[in-house]
């Protein structure tokens, strides 16, 4: 977890880095969360393995999109509801806090490579702000987007993006 002060991790993106400097050059408080810790969630709840099985009666070659509506939608109930491990929840607050996003503060969730966001009040320790994490990776599984990924890609499988969370004006 990355305060916008401190994106300038060679992890990440120079395009997400050039994002939180621009924001922080508005004097926007904000965190990036790193495809790291979305890739963590994923191992910790053992969700590929579940998404797998999940999806496993979907073929690529003849996609039923009849089939696979109810699927995805499961698919974004699961990582709704999937938690996260104490400690990633922990390094999560200290990072909001470390941001000096201010208690009662508007906030905009959203993927660094989108425009549509969730939108929260900030209230500490920042539960809410997480909850709106997992909407927006959530987003990943909605049928739309798990037929993308069949039709490009040929699997369900996705690679994990960093998330901005910035206060609003």
């Not at 790193?34 to 969700?47: D, K, Q, S, T």
């Not at 909407?135 to 890609?153: G, S």
Request: charge should be negative; avoid cysteine; hydrophobic fraction near 50%.
């Amino acid at each position: 977890m990355l305060t916008f002060a401190e994106a300038r991790s060679p992890d990440l993106l120079p395009a997400v880095q050039a994002e939180a400097a621009r924001l922080l050059a508005l004097g926007t408080p904000g965190v990036v969360v790193p495809p790291a810790f979305e890739e963590a969630f994923y191992r910790g709840g053992n969700l590929p393995e579940q998404l797998r099985r999940l999806f496993a009666p979907i073929r690529p070659a003849r996609i039923d999109e009849d089939a696979l509506e109810p699927l995805a939608a499961q698919a974004q109930t699961l990582i709704r509801t999937s938690y996260l491990m104490d400690d990633a929840v922990q390094a999560f607050y200290r990072a909001l806090a470390r941001a000096n996003v201010p208690g009662g503060a508007r906030m905009r969730v959203r993927r660094a490579d989108e425009v549509e966001a969730e939108e929260v009040t900030f209230l500490v320790p920042g539960t809410a702000a997480l909850q709106a994490v997992k909407r927006v990776w959530a987003r990943d599984w909605t049928f739309e987007a798990v037929l993308d990924r069949l039709d490009r890609a040929g699997s369900v499988a996705l690679e994990a993006r960093p998330t901005l969370l910035h206060a609003t004006g």
